[in-house]
């Protein structure tokens, strides 16, 4: 009450700051209205406020007509109060020589009190027309624009049938090919995807005609040249889409479109359909949401208008999205592609007798055909036609996935029944798409798929089928990673009935094919069920701690993936796993340590040893389930926390192999990166750590004949061991225990053209490069001991063992 006094106050600054502090308590306790004791009173005051003079009382007005309108429960304004209000906002609304401020004031007002009192008040349609008229204006459409979404939005159903049509013709005209604002644009999409969203929006006499204005105006943001526009339009398009209930006549028993789907089915096909399979192409087009959203769109067309149409059904969507695909990497394969635009209006206005095209013998060379086709887009349709197939119904899906499994066979059926052959771009696109089907469906009725996927990754492999499965050549190796991430998927979706054979097939792998078959494992690990997937994590599990050892480092670094992946679905099964491989380091025999050489000799390589081997890849494994996006359970600390603090003692150990002692300091820097709560427990013992890495050199002369050569092989370490020390900082893991201060690293500095050697390192100002051929750090804080370098004095910093001045006792 206090507050509303303040605003009868003679001065118009105090009834301003009374205005503003009234304001803020309504904000902060919406609930309960501020404690205001006389609604009666205030509400008479607002509205004389927003009849001053000073445009600042003004705005500052309609701002607390905005605030009232939004309380609830007992505090909420009545509908008396509610009109008052309202005509004192409109007539600001309505008002043509008023400030800019003021016209949004009164926009948000009018908004606040349509969205919270407009249902069965007398002002509805009035303001709705007000709001929509200020959406026409450029000035103010920004405004208006936020104004209509909160209406429709809001939580009490406003009904907006009466401007539903009109606004989605006036906002998508102005908004999508009137203006070039990407920021207008995105904001009308947001606006339309509410208005869309509101039930009460078709419940209008002929609802088509909303859906006939999106896809009109929609269809031209469906392209590359901004894919979240694109994105946004598609999901809009899909929502309209769907709304409609679909109304059919019968005419001599066959069934026909009504007149007014037929006008939205006119307009997906002249212009949506061709859009989107023009993006379809697009390299630009890669996994997301814009990928996931043209397959919701070709979806929607199928289900909603395909049924009564001869282009949009699921069959011939499926056909143009193959052809399109199938032409366009044939294209490329010859040596030169057709337009996008021309391609796309090809296949869906040409004749469905000649979507088979015959192809020429070359075509049928994989590596050739490989490397000219356009792969990305080979996976984006392969998505799209995963997308379809997933939605058909059975009968469809099974024939799509035999011909799918066929063409992955290498093997086609012509119009004569007759087996030829399969380009290999064909092969390729119906590898990706079995795949993606796979994460969409349970293929467990089609096992033909899995065997087909087996064998185009696996040369060893033996189907238990009767036909003959003839895998690509061993030359393209990545067509044969392409098909293991099939593989992979299509487990993930059927865990139950692939899981098993994918692990038997790789418990007598040949070396060339375990890494593959690792790759489809971790594709399982990564997107299958994790309730489905807990049976088989111990089995799993040991199967990979098998592998661990392995010579070759990619098939320990895809291990690794492997066990990063299981760790937040099985941390415990994990974790001892990795108590495992942690422990061999200490059982098997080590060859002599590294040290320094003085002749050309290579410094001895401790990676010959299996247990090394396993504890590179057990550091590999922590940090790929430390850098995992999944956010992590208290299973998950509990269980994995331990295991880093083992894995610190790879860091300094001298009889380690290089190699192992980078990757504990690069699994080091990850989980500070992603996981600071992990690693500040262990920070007292991890800096000492690395001050030993940091000091470590080792350094060996190369006799080249004429000239010698220095190499310093400590160097990638020294490097990952400073990388960590800047992520500690950055990510204010570094905590002193003493005095709970952040412990700051102090580096030393030399004043311009100025050279300071210390031993053998040389630091040279002017060229930005140490002696080592390293860029120069430049700290971010302020120097030692507190003083602020000018802006105009020049520093650089070598960091080095001798340098480390640090505040905090941990460091």
Not at 2 to 25: I, V, Y
Not at 85 to 97: G, I, P, V, W
Not at 575 to 597: E, G, I, N
Not at 751 to 773: I, M, P
Request: proline letters at 5%; charged letters at 25%.
């Amino acid at each position: 009450s206090a507050d509303a006094d303040g605003l009868s106050e003679k001065s118009q600054a105090l009834r301003l700051d009374a205005a503003r502090l009234l304001r803020a308590a309504l904000d902060v306790d919406d609930a309960s209205g501020g404690g205001i004791a006389s609604r009666d009173v205030l509400v008479d005051k607002v509205a004389s406020l927003v009849m001053e003079e000073w445009y600042k009382l003004i705005a500052e007005g309609l701002r607390l007509v905005a605030s009232l309108a939004r309380l609830r429960g007992s505090s909420a304004l009545s509908a008396r109060h509610a009109q008052v209000l309202y005509e004192a906002a409109t007539s600001k609304l309505e008002a043509k020589d008023v400030d800019h401020e003021i016209k949004e004031c009164a926009i948000e007002a009018a908004a606040a009190l349509v969205a919270n009192h407009g249902p069965g008040s007398d002002f509805l349609e009035g303001a709705l027309g007000l709001v929509l008229e200020k959406a026409r204006t450029e000035s103010t459409r920004p405004a208006a624009l936020k104004a209509l979404g909160d209406i429709a939005s809001s939580d009490a159903q406003v009904d907006v049938s009466s401007i539903a049509v009109q606004c989605v013709k006036d906002l998508a005209s102005f908004g999508f090919t009137k203006y070039a604002s990407r920021s207008l644009k995105q904001a009308t999409l947001d606006t339309l995807q509410k208005i869309v969203d509101n039930e009460s929006t078709w419940t209008v006499a002929n609802p088509w005609d909303i859906v006939e204005a999106v896809l009109d105006e929609a269809s031209n943001l469906v392209c590359d040249d901004d894919l979240h526009l694109a994105h946004l339009a598609m999901k809009l398009t899909v929502a309209a889409v769907g709304k409609p209930k679909t109304k059919t006549t019968t005419r001599g028993g066959k069934a026909k479109k009504s007149s007014p789907q037929e006008g939205a089915a006119g307009v997906a096909k002249a212009r949506t359909f061709p859009a989107a399979l023009t993006l379809l192409r697009s390299p630009l087009l890669t996994q997301g949401p814009a990928l996931d959203a043209l397959g919701d769109l070709l979806v929607a067309f199928a289900t909603v208008l395909g049924p009564t149409d001869d282009v949009l059904g699921f069959a011939p969507a499926y056909a143009a999205v193959f052809d399109l695909a199938d032409k366009t990497a044939l294209a490329s394969g010859g040596g030169g592609a057709a337009s996008s635009s021309s391609q796309a209006s090809d296949v869906v206005g040409g004749d469905s007798s000649n979507n088979n095209m015959d192809v020429d013998a070359d075509a049928n060379k994989a590596p050739a055909a490989s490397s000219r086709a356009d792969k990305q887009m080979l996976a984006n349709a392969a998505s799209a036609l995963a997308a379809l197939c997933a939605e058909a119904d059975a009968t469809q899906r099974a024939a799509k996935v035999d011909e799918l499994v066929a063409l992955v066979k290498g093997e086609e059926s012509t119009p004569k029944q007759k087996k030829k052959k399969a380009p290999w771009a064909r092969v390729r696109l119906a590898t990706l798409a079995l795949g993606e089907l796979g994460k969409r469906v349970d293929l467990a009725s089609s096992p033909a798929a899995f065997e087909a996927l087996m064998a185009a990754s696996s040369t060893t492999w033996k189907s238990s089928s009767s036909s003959t499965m003839t895998p690509p050549s061993d030359d393209d190796k990545d067509h044969k990673t392409s098909a293991a991430l099939a593989l992979g998927l299509v487990a993930s979706g059927s865990v139950a009935a692939f899981l098993p054979p994918l692990l038997e097939a790789l418990e007598g792998a040949a070396d060339d094919d375990e890494y593959v078959l690792l790759a489809a494992t971790k594709e399982v690990a990564s997107a299958a069920d994790p309730k489905a997937l807990a049976p088989f994590v111990d089995r799993v599990a040991d199967r990979l701690v098998r592998s661990a050892d392995a010579e070759g480092e990619p098939t320990r670094a895809m291990v690794a993936d492997c066990l990063g992946a299981l760790a937040p679905i099985a941390p415990a099964a994990v974790a001892a796993r990795l108590d495992a491989l942690l422990d061999r380091r200490s059982t098997d025999p080590f060859p002599p340590p590294p040290k320094q050489q003085d002749d050309d000799e290579d410094v001895e390589n401790s990676l010959a040893n299996p247990g090394v081997r396993a504890s590179w890849t057990a550091a590999a494994a922590l940090k790929q389930a430390s850098s995992s996006a999944t956010h992590p359970a208290a299973s998950f600390v509990e269980h994995v926390g331990p295991r880093l603090r083992r894995a610190l003692d790879l860091v300094d150990d001298p009889k380690l192999d290089l190699a192992v002692r980078r990757q504990a300091l690069v699994m080091l820097n990850a989980c500070a990166h992603h996981r600071p709560s992990l690693i500040a427990p262990l920070v007292a013992e991890a800096v000492p750590k690395l001050r030993t890495v940091v000091d470590l050199k080792l350094e060996r002369v190369v006799d080249l004949g004429p000239f010698k050569h220095k190499v310093d092989d400590g160097l990638p370490v020294r490097k990952a061991a400073i990388a960590c020390v800047a992520t500690f900082l950055d990510h204010a893991v570094v905590v002193s225990s003493s005095g709970g201060q952040t412990g700051a690293l102090q580096t030393t500095t030399q004043s311009d053209d100025t050279t300071t050697e210390k031993g053998n390192n040389t630091t040279t100002k002017g060229t930005g490069l140490d002696a080592d051929g390293d860029a120069e750090m430049t700290p971010v804080g302020s120097p030692p001991g507190g003083k602020t370098m000018s802006p105009a004095t020049t520093t650089t910093t070598k960091v080095e063992a001798s340098s480390f001045a640090l505040a905090a006792p941990e460091l």
